[in-house]
């Protein structure tokens, strides 16, 4: 069964150190999703794009967080510098969008990040 | 703007019990409804979706019904067990330009044996 990807699982880095995720997206999806989901809350979703092209980040942190997805198949998700409060887990999802029938999100399993 | 609201947790019940997780949303336009779920550790994988009016999702024996009369898509089951201990979260996926999944906080099932 085809499923989203991502890597690592868990992350530990020192505040003020650069960390990267990876997210390799169900083949075929054109749109990806980052969320960030802090211990205890709903999914909050950081960045969605559309192919390569970026169709919302409004809650995405700009100052220290950026999103790629160079060739709209697989995508990076970079925090440079990372702070206490970026500790969370970091989901990745992608979904088809074909119509209203197919709008469901397919999520990874995740990288738990933990700042230090 | 667009939004949902589902029950706080933790709800406890015991094995065998109905469960009912409420779920009420606002959002502009049609949007189609979902809920996941989310065992320890893991990601969260969709349980059932309806995407119009009156349609009936459902799944492992979880069902949930689109109400538009009253913006709420409820969780239900009439039996659970020690494995449904999980969170669930409700969401809305609404056209604005682009597909956008909002999701609500989430309620955590303890079920006990």
């Known amino acids: 069964e085809a499923e989203v990807a991502q890597s690592p699982r868990y992350k530990i880095t020192e505040k003020s150190q650069a960390v990267a995720f990876w997210c390799d997206p169900i083949?075929?999806?054109?749109?990806l999703y980052w969320y960030r989901q802090i211990l205890g809350q709903g999914p909050e979703l950081l960045v969605q794009f559309q192919d390569e092209s970026v169709v919302d980040d409004s809650q995405l942190p700009k100052d220290r967080f950026s999103a790629e997805r160079l060739k709209g198949v697989d995508s990076t998700l970079k925090i440079q510098p990372a702070e206490l409060g970026d500790s969370a887990m970091y989901l990745c999802?992608?979904?088809?969008?074909?119509?209203?029938?197919?709008?469901?999100?397919?999520f990874g399993q995740g990288t738990r990040l933990t700042v230090v | 703007g667009d939004s949902v609201t589902q029950m706080e947790g933790p709800v406890t019940l015991s094995e065998e019990a109905f469960l009912t997780i409420n779920c009420t949303y606002t959002?502009?336009?049609?949007?189609?409804l979902f809920w996941y779920v989310q065992y320890p550790g893991e990601g969260l994988q969709l349980l059932l979706k309806a995407t119009k009016a009156d349609d009936k999702g459902s799944n492992k024996g979880f069902e949930a019904t689109y109400r538009k009369e009253t913006t709420s898509f409820h969780l239900e089951k009439g039996s659970v067990q020690v494995s449904d201990s999980a969170v669930y979260f409700c969401?809305?996926?609404?056209?604005?330009?682009?597909?956008?999944?909002?999701f609500g906080a989430g309620t955590r099932l303890f079920v006990k044996a």
């Open positions: 083949s075929g999806h054109a749109t």
């Open positions: 999802a992608s979904s088809l969008e074909l119509g209203l029938m197919n709008t469901e999100a397919f």
């Open positions: 969401a809305l996926s609404v056209n604005t330009g682009g597909f956008k999944t909002i």
């Open positions: 959002a502009t336009g049609y949007p189609s």
